[in-house]
């Protein structure tokens, strides 16, 4: 026990020497070695002002800079010189490398006019890397291992001071203040940072309110309070609480039937004539805009900026890009006089209406159970099986998370690479926005082969075992 005890002590005491010895070596004269940065808050706590701070020390290992003590402790002189050796050492040896492939070469070319032939097959071979070749082990240490001393610099800490004021006021605390001081220890040639932050009182959110907007909007934003009870009144005057603010309320209209409604639809008002350490906040709802796509070469795209309106899916479009099935593709779409690709997708000629029957002797159809699937030559995929994978169906509502969940089911299924939903915005009619939803989808290898080696151990004898793993991933059709 006192063994283990003296060992740690000491092995405590070396750690410590080596992080003290030699740590402002290299730092140039007139300038001092980075020591630590300590931060003083009086007021309210605040969530790690150190993140903030631009210029941070050498990093430490149980207390000690080892990576600064790994790059003093190694001659950059001696370094460069063995790099310049090895480089030439590598030069020469591609010398002679190009000199055996010219005389292989050379003989290659003389055996084939011999032959009377006019063609040979050159023979490469494989040079030192001279770019970035191998470190060798002192060189690794001082600068793959090691880390450059971290030097004060006026710059960075100038600019913390600016960015730690910017953050009190993003959190509410508009009469804070924030002072920095620089303590040099002139013959350790280390200096100390100190930054004192005073928070003062912080702004809270009294009166919110909503700007002028549509009726039905309002409703769905006082519907929103309702179910979330999510209301900013009460809460601090903080950014970053006002951006998350407006994400869950535009995600939350989205899932409502509004389709395209954006985090930047949304601004703020703001009033900090209250007094009481008060804001009043008024939620403003702007239109969003909406890209019109030119019709010919000559025109350009337009932005124009629509009202938020509820969206209905008027039909669902499955493209498949999968030619496996053609045994020309190239050929079969120069014979239809077609482009390969539409767009950055394959195009696909075939065509085939699915609808689901609820009941099959009445022949009743389920209006939101039909999708349109493209496809080329034969599907690879049965369609009642991607289909059924679909929430954005047809002759239904429009609603944000359905894309999420509609894209995590298809991906589940195993037989597609990627899948890629589009909406396709059609007009306005009766208050209503009408879309069409398309779902590019490009289907995975059907059939793979997987060679699996590993380990065994059986009874104390040691062995080597193998599997073979074969998946066929297929839903197509009877």
């Not at 049965?382 to 059924?388: F, G, K």
Request: hydrophobic letters at 35%; proline letters at 4%; one cysteine or more.
């Amino acid at each position: 026990m006192f063994k283990t005890l003296k060992h740690t002590y000491i092995f405590c005491i070396t750690l410590l020497f080596l992080g003290s010895c030699y740590q402002a070596k290299f730092v140039p004269e007139g300038k001092y070695l980075l020591k630590k940065n300590d931060v003083t808050i009086t007021g309210d706590k605040l969530e790690d002002p150190y993140s903030i701070i631009r210029q941070n020390p050498n990093f430490k290992t149980l207390g000690v800079k080892l990576k600064l003590w790994a790059y003093n402790r190694i001659d950059s002189a001696k370094v460069a010189d063995k790099r310049l050796d090895k480089n030439l050492t590598l030069r020469t040896k591609n010398n002679k490398i190009r000199a055996r492939e010219k005389k292989v070469n050379d003989r290659k070319i003389a055996k084939a006019k011999k032959k009377g032939q006019n063609l040979y097959t050159k023979r490469t071979l494989t040079l030192k890397d001279t770019l970035d070749p191998p470190k060798f082990f002192r060189e690794w240490f001082k600068y793959k291992f090691g880390e450059k001393p971290i030097v004060f610099d006026s710059i960075p800490y100038n600019k913390t001071l600016e960015q730690l004021t910017i953050y009190l006021k993003n959190k509410g605390y508009y009469y804070g203040s924030v002072k920095g001081e620089v303590l040099y220890n002139n013959p350790k040639k280390k200096a100390t940072v100190n930054y004192q932050i005073v928070t003062g009182n912080q702004y809270h959110i009294g009166r919110v309110k909503l700007g002028p907007i549509d009726r039905k909007i309002e409703a769905k934003y006082l519907y929103y309070l309702k179910v979330k009870k999510d209301s900013l009144q009460g809460k601090p005057f903080d950014k970053d609480l006002l951006d998350a603010y407006r994400a869950k309320l535009a995600a939350f209209m989205r899932n409502e039937k509004i389709y395209g409604f954006s985090p930047s639809n949304i601004s703020y008002v703001i009033d900090t004539n209250k007094g009481n350490w008060l804001v009043d906040v008024e939620i403003v709802i702007s239109n969003r805009e909406k890209v019109i796509p030119a019709k010919n070469d000559d025109e350009k795209s337009k932005i124009v900026t629509v009202p938020h309106l509820e969206t209905f899916i008027n039909k669902v479009y499955f493209h498949l890009a999968d030619t496996l099935y053609c045994n020309d593709f190239s050929k079969r779409a120069a014979l239809l006089k077609k482009d390969v690709l539409e767009g950055q997708f394959v195009n696909c000629f075939d065509t085939i209406h699915y609808q689901h029957f609820k009941n099959k002797r009445k022949g009743e159809i389920d209006p939101i159970r039909s999708a349109t699937f493209l496809y080329n030559c034969k599907m690879s995929t049965t369609p009642e099986v991607i289909e059924l994978q679909n929430y954005l169906e047809g002759n239904n509502w429009y609603k944000g998370y359905y894309i999420e969940r509609s894209y995590s089911r298809l991906m589940q299924l195993g037989v597609f690479e990627s899948v890629k939903p589009v909406i396709d915005e059609l007009y306005s009619k009766k208050d209503v926005n009408y879309i069409d939803v398309h779902y590019y989808l490009v289907p995975s290898k059907r059939q793979t082969f997987s060679f699996e080696p590993r380990a065994t151990n059986s009874n104390g004898f040691l062995g080597v075992a193998a599997s073979v793993n074969y998946t066929n991933k297929s839903f197509s059709a009877p």
